[in-house]
Nanobody, 115 residues
Framework: VQLQASGGGLVQPGGSLRLSCAAS????????IGWFRQAPGKEREGVSC????????YYVGSVKGRFTISRDNAKNTVYLQMNSLKPEDTAVYYC?????????WGQGTLVTVSS
C-alpha cells in the first residue's frame, strides 16, 4: 500500500491550493480515504474524509465551506481543494487509508499560508 501526497506550497491568505493523494497497492474504490494535518507544535488532526463511493464526506468545523474533498476512482486519486486559505491552515497535510486494520500514511505535503 502506498500513498503519495502532493500539491502543497506557499500561498497568500485568501488563496487556493489543491492537494492530491495518489494511491496504489490496494483496491482503491473499496476504501474511504482521509486527509489529516499537523501544524508546528500541535497534534495531528483530521481534516476531511471521503467514503469509498465518494457519496459520503466529512469536514472538521474549521474548514467547512472552504475545503472540498473528492475522488477519482479511475485514477486512484483523492483531492482536497482548499479555498479561502488562512494562516491557521498552515501545516503538513497527510492522506491516510486503513486497509485490513492497518493505517497507511502518505509522506505529507507542506502548506504554508503567509503574506
Amino acid at each position: 500500500v502506498q500513498l503519495q501526497a502532493s500539491g502543497g506550497g506557499l500561498v497568500q491568505p485568501g488563496g487556493s491550493l489543491r492537494l492530491s493523494c495518489a494511491a496504489s497497492g490496494f483496491t482503491f474504490d473499496d476504501y474511504a480515504i482521509g486527509w489529516f494535518r499537523q501544524a508546528p507544535g500541535k497534534e495531528r488532526e483530521g481534516v476531511s474524509c471521503i467514503s469509498s463511493s465518494g457519496r459520503g464526506t466529512y469536514y472538521v468545523g474549521s474548514v467547512k465551506g472552504r475545503f472540498t474533498i473528492s475522488r477519482d476512482n479511475a485514477k486512484n486519486t483523492v483531492y482536497l481543494q482548499m479555498n479561502s486559505l488562512k494562516p491557521e491552515d498552515t501545516a503538513v497535510y497527510y492522506c491516510k487509508v486503513t486497509v485490513r486494520g492497518v493505517d497507511y500514511w502518505g509522506q505529507g505535503t507542506l502548506v504554508t499560508v503567509s503574506s
